[in-house]
């Protein structure tokens, strides 16, 4: 490997003098400094910018840890966050972790040990101790999409409120037996879906039906709890899916229990993915900003690595969007 003394040995000069050169800041005399590039070019010398980092206290880095990185809603979010770090100089090391929290304290301990700048964070949701240890660390840390702690930055939408516009939606279109497929909840994002579910319900004067309410977790077949919940159930006029693969699993299963979408039944989704409005029918769902949200958790976590952010946490919410397909229908007319 060629170092900064092969380098100043090819040059005929010292070894402060091509780090002078190199870094651009402390003026070097112009033949000097084109001797130094020369020897750079000639040699094809790679400066370590770990150790140059760690001797300035920045790696210009940042960890992104991620869930399940198979769900569709974290590539969307992972390319606002690395786009906007590419732009600042940054680079992106990614950890997914299967929504194992065992997993997510190694992924941090890791990034920790390769001296990241800072952690953005999609938590697992089944354990926080080692977020608040990771905040009282003193690394920029900024939490994404899912909330697990008051006094930690974070890029979120309204859940609960996008939830109940969404069921409002499906009650103002003529729908009174609506069902919900729900996530896990022990996970805050699905418990405030169905808190809104369950609101939009409340607010028109109809009382929830347990009956009418399936909870998926990643470890079951959605398109199995849905078949058989409506081959059994036959006065459900829609279906709100807590996400969008959720809804396409629940859209497969409606089909084959012999209903037609939306003459016989409606259903609605959640985050509005790439496919959504290629599905048969085009699928109306609630738009995530999942992209600029990206963008945002990085804009903060760069303000918190710089300095430039106040050390008050700050948690963004992001406004979410109604996006009407065809998938609902309105039962309101003749």
Same mark, same amino acid.
């Given at each position: ?45 790679q ?18 840890i991620?869930?399940?990185i ?15 770090? &590419?732009?600042?100089?940054y ?8 929504? @194992? ?14 001296w ?28 994404l ?13 309204d ?17 009174? %037996? ?30 929830? @039906? ?7 977790t ?25 996400? @969008? ?22 259903i609605?989704g959640f ?8 599905? @048969? ?18 804009? %903060? ?14 948690? &963004?919410?992001?406004k ?8 609902v ?6």
């Amino acid at each position: 490997m060629v170092t900064i003394k092969d380098v100043a040995r090819k040059a005929g000069v010292s070894t402060s003098t091509v780090s002078r050169t190199l870094s651009g800041r402390i003026p070097v005399d112009p033949h000097t400094r084109e001797k130094v590039l020369a020897a750079v070019r000639e040699l094809n010398y790679q400066p370590n910018e770990l150790a140059k980092g760690l001797k300035e206290g920045k790696t210009k880095s940042m960890g992104l840890i991620m869930p399940n990185i198979c769900n569709p809603v974290f590539p969307l979010v992972s390319r606002g966050v690395e786009d906007t770090a &590419r732009k600042h100089g940054y680079t992106l090391i990614i950890c997914n972790t299967d929504e @194992d929290p065992i997993r997510e304290m190694e992924s941090i301990q890791k990034l920790r040990k390769q001296w990241v700048d800072g952690i953005i964070l999609a938590a697992s949701g089944r354990e926080n101790s080692h977020i608040r240890e990771l905040k009282d660390s003193g690394l920029p840390v900024v939490l994404l999409i899912r909330r697990m702690e008051d006094e930690v930055d974070a890029v979120l939408i309204d859940n609960n409120a996008s939830a109940c516009q969404a069921v409002s939606y499906l009650l103002e279109t003529g729908h009174r %037996r609506i069902a919900i497929v729900n996530g896990d909840r022990r996970l805050p994002l699905y418990r405030e879906r169905y808190r809104g579910y369950i609101q939009a319900l409340k607010k028109a004067g109809i009382a929830p @039906d347990p009956g009418l309410v399936l909870e998926v977790t990643d470890e079951d077949s959605c398109y199995n709890a849905v078949y058989t919940f409506l081959r059994s159930s036959s006065d459900v006029d829609a279906i709100f899916a807590a996400n @969008d693969l959720r809804a396409l699993e629940a859209m497969r299963a409606a089909k084959d229990a012999g209903y037609r979408i939306p003459e016989d039944i409606s259903i609605m989704g959640f985050d509005n993915l790439q496919f959504s409005p290629f599905l @048969d029918p085009p699928l109306t769902t609630v738009d995530q900003p999942l992209y600029q949200m990206g963008q945002t958790a990085a804009d %903060r976590l760069l303000a918190l690595i710089e300095g430039t952010a106040s050390p008050e946490p700050e948690v &963004r919410i992001m406004k979410t969007q109604l996006v009407i397909r065809e998938s609902v229908k309105d039962r309101t007319v003749i």
